[in-house]
């Protein structure tokens, strides 16, 4: 089931994200997460009452910029990604979209691409470890 986060849910998403996350990823903190829930649009898929994913979009004037996206490793393949992403485009409607992405995520890739976003950019170093993102974007 997909629903908007709540506050109650800040600490189980917590959980998933530093289990989901190294530290050189630069994982949310709970307060970022409490903020984000307030400010933005978090949406979480739970199975069995248990957070297992969630979606973070930033509004934009023109666009939604996705922030974040995390499956619970034990609930990966079974298109959870896929599922919060074909919600949040039916909540959002026609706007353009942006994200982020490590140029070495080739999963992530591969599912971005499988709804319509293209490659924009190489942004050099755009990650504290010195990795390259790419820019990607639907318009």
């Known amino acids: 089931m997909i629903t908007k986060a709540k506050p109650s849910d800040a600490k189980e998403l917590?959980?998933?994200?530093?289990?989901s996350f190294a530290s050189e990823d630069s994982p949310l903190k709970l307060k970022s997460f409490y903020?984000?829930?307030?400010?933005?649009?978090?949406?979480i898929f739970k199975e069995d009452r248990k957070i297992?994913?969630?979606?973070?979009?930033?509004e934009r004037k023109d666009y939604m910029r996705l922030y974040s996206i995390c499956v619970d490793k034990n609930y990966k393949n079974l298109k959870i990604?896929?599922?919060?992403?074909?919600?949040s485009f039916?909540?959002?409607?026609c706007k353009g979209y942006s994200l982020e992405v490590k140029t070495t995520n080739m999963s992530?890739?591969?599912?971005?691409?499988?709804?319509?976003?293209?490659?924009k950019k190489t942004l050099k170093d755009y990650y504290d470890?010195?990795?390259d993102a790419y820019l990607m974007t639907i318009v």
Request: hydrophobic share 40%; glycine share 10%; no cysteine.
């Open 108 to 119: 992530a890739i591969k599912l971005y691409e499988k709804y319509g976003f293209k490659i």
């Open 90 to 93: 039916k909540e959002f409607g």
């Open 14 to 19: 917590l959980e998933l994200e530093n289990s």
């Open 81 to 87: 990604g896929s599922k919060l992403l074909e919600y």
């Open 129 to 131: 470890v010195g990795v």
């Open 52 to 58: 297992v994913g969630y979606l973070l979009w930033l």
């Open 35 to 43: 903020y984000h829930i307030k400010n933005n649009n978090l949406f």
